[in-house]
């Protein structure tokens, strides 16, 4: 691994440049160094400009966030109380299928197969009966959120209902400083406050030489990666990849940003509200609340919005507002020549179901299984970029869908998504679960079946039949059956302590 080649004689690469100091250039730097330990001619390089800051948000999580943590060897309760974290058991919609509705989106499936098929084909059964349950109940961590409780799922659970899986919120300042201080403890890692004003690119094939900084320095490098944000100074600036512009499917084009007081017991979940021009995110930390407003500036011009969100905060504004502008879409390779865009440099996808920072580590991830030679493989980058490519098209028809299920048409917003088209692919999803609730899993897909069940089952997009394993079973016994099973998670749920109690007790910040 000491050598400069490898076993095959080609030039290992050396030298890792990374230009970002946000969660995307930190959570980069500890994986490769990381993944580096023991290879003593290996170096990585950081360049963070403190003038230009990071994005300042980024606070709510998926739990795949938990196994990128584990892989680096973090203490959890250690990583808790450094980024002010709370536990998040899912997602919580409040008015997006109708004003007054909400349902609740947890990281779990529901119930357990019935003969052989998924439950909620025995839900629908029962539906189809008259009985009105709501797939809610059939969920232990839905119903330990309703009840502002939480626990962590048992190792081994005797049932399957007691799987589930759990995120963060996070304070994503205190997250990135976190692994920075992780990184740098890391032998050949080091980190430079500059701005970088020049990309030099080599003559004969275009890939990137090295960076000017402003204070006069030269940093060449074998492998870039980009993590410099919207910016995309290396992908875009330098490298002029492209971009696919998603605008209009997703026509959310701006943000507001604003902490505020913690309101009483943080809950552990996020709420997504849907609002008149786009909907507003609720997260609850240890020591306040991230709360922002993702709006399309078509409806609603910066000023309203922003007099919106305050208007709806549950305690007061810490902090002036944060706006930032964004165009949805994907960088057309996130992997071009020697460089490696992570983060908002390869594309955004708005936050409504926390997909980016998952993104940041699927796109690690790829770097990781597919690190280059010095030589560079066509082969190896087009394959990463094909897969990247489609992960991300997959999240984008899963939030689309949100936009497009409504049966709002309260404003010019909702009532243009109801019409709009839609890409093929979640035309045939919509279309195949409204037949006889066929989930379609296409390669790549963030989200699983119990997801896209949620949305259809929260939007009202149900269908008449159901597989037809569940029809030759006994009613009678099925709605026994089920009835058990919400037993047992109300009195599973019953006993979790409160999500705050279960804090204070394991993993509470220092004040
Ligand atoms: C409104 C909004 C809400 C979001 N909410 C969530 C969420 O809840 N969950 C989630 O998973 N994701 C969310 N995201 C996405 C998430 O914030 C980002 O994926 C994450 O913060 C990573 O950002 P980044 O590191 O790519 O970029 P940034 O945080 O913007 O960092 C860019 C870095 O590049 C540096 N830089 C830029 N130009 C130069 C230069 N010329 N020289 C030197 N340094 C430079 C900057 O100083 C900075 O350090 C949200 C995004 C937005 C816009």
């Not at 006069?216 to 910016?231: N, P």
């Not at 597919?370 to 560079?376: A, D, I, L, M, V």
């Not at 037993?487 to 705050?500: G, K, N, Q, S």
Request: proline share 4%; charged share 25%; glycine share 8%.
């Amino acid at each position: 691994m000491g050598s400069e080649r490898g076993v095959s004689g080609i030039a290992k690469v050396q030298h890792v440049v990374i230009v970002g100091g946000g969660t995307a250039g930190w959570m980069t730097a500890a994986a490769l160094a990381h993944a580096f330990r023991g290879s003593p001619g290996r170096r990585i390089t950081l360049i963070e400009s403190s003038e230009i800051g990071t994005v300042g948000v980024g606070e709510a999580t998926l739990p795949t966030i938990r196994a990128f943590n584990a892989s680096l060897g973090i203490d959890e309760v250690d990583f808790i109380r450094k980024t002010q974290a709370t536990f998040k058991l899912g997602i919580e919609f409040v008015d997006w299928h109708r004003k007054g509705g909400r349902f609740f989106h947890p990281f779990a499936p529901y119930g357990m197969k019935v003969q052989g098929a998924s439950f909620h084909h025995a839900w629908l059964r029962m539906r189809a009966a008259g009985d009105s349950t709501s797939i809610a109940e059939y969920s232990l961590p839905s119903v330990m959120a309703a009840g502002l409780r939480f626990a962590q799922p048992a190792a081994k659970p005797s049932v399957p209902f007691a799987n589930f899986a759990y995120a963060y919120h996070f304070d994503a300042t205190l997250y990135a400083r976190y692994l920075r201080e992780y990184a740098l403890a890391i032998p050949g890692v080091s980190r430079s406050d500059a701005c970088v004003i020049d990309v030099r690119l080599r003559p004969d094939d275009g890939f990137i030489d090295g960076l000017l900084l402003d204070n006069g320095e030269y940093v060449s490098g074998d492998l870039f990666v980009d993590a410099s944000g919207f910016r995309g100074i290396l992908i875009e600036r330098a490298l002029v990849t492209g971009y696919d512009d998603w605008t209009h499917w997703l026509p959310c084009d701006r943000a507001v940003a604003m902490p505020s007081e913690r309101g009483e017991s943080p809950a552990p979940y996020t709420r997504a509200t849907a609002r008149e021009a786009g909907w507003q995110w609720r997260i609850p930390l240890q020591h306040r609340e991230g709360n922002g407003y993702v709006y399309c500036s078509r409806y609603i011009d910066d000023d309203e919005a922003v007099a919106s969100l305050r208007g709806a905060l549950a305690g007061a504004a810490m902090a002036e507002p944060n706006f930032l502008r964004f165009t949805t879409g994907r960088r057309r390779k996130f992997w071009s020549r020697n460089c490696v865009a992570i983060g908002l440099a390869s594309g955004f996808i708005e936050p409504l179901e926390s997909t980016s920072i998952a993104l940041i580590q699927s796109a690690i991830a790829k770097l990781l299984a597919f690190f280059p030679e010095r030589g560079f493989s066509a082969i190896e980058t087009d394959e990463a970029n094909r897969v990247m490519r489609e992960e991300y098209e997959r999240i984008r028809d899963f939030i689309i869908l949100h936009y497009k299920a409504t049966a709002r048409d309260d404003t010019a917003l909702w009532r243009d998504c109801r019409a709009m088209p839609i890409p093929e692919t979640l035309e045939r999803k919509m279309a195949l679960f409204q037949r006889r609730g066929h989930v379609v899993a296409y390669a790549e897909e963030s989200f699983e079946e119990a997801s896209w069940v949620t949305m259809f089952a929260g939007f009202g997009l149900l269908p008449e039949q159901y597989d037809a394993r569940v029809e030759r079973m006994d009613i009678q016994a099925l709605a026994r059956d089920l009835a058990s099973i919400r037993v047992a998670i109300r009195e599973a749920a019953d006993m979790a302590p409160l999500h705050e109690s279960f804090i204070a007790r394991h993993c509470q910040a220092a004040a």
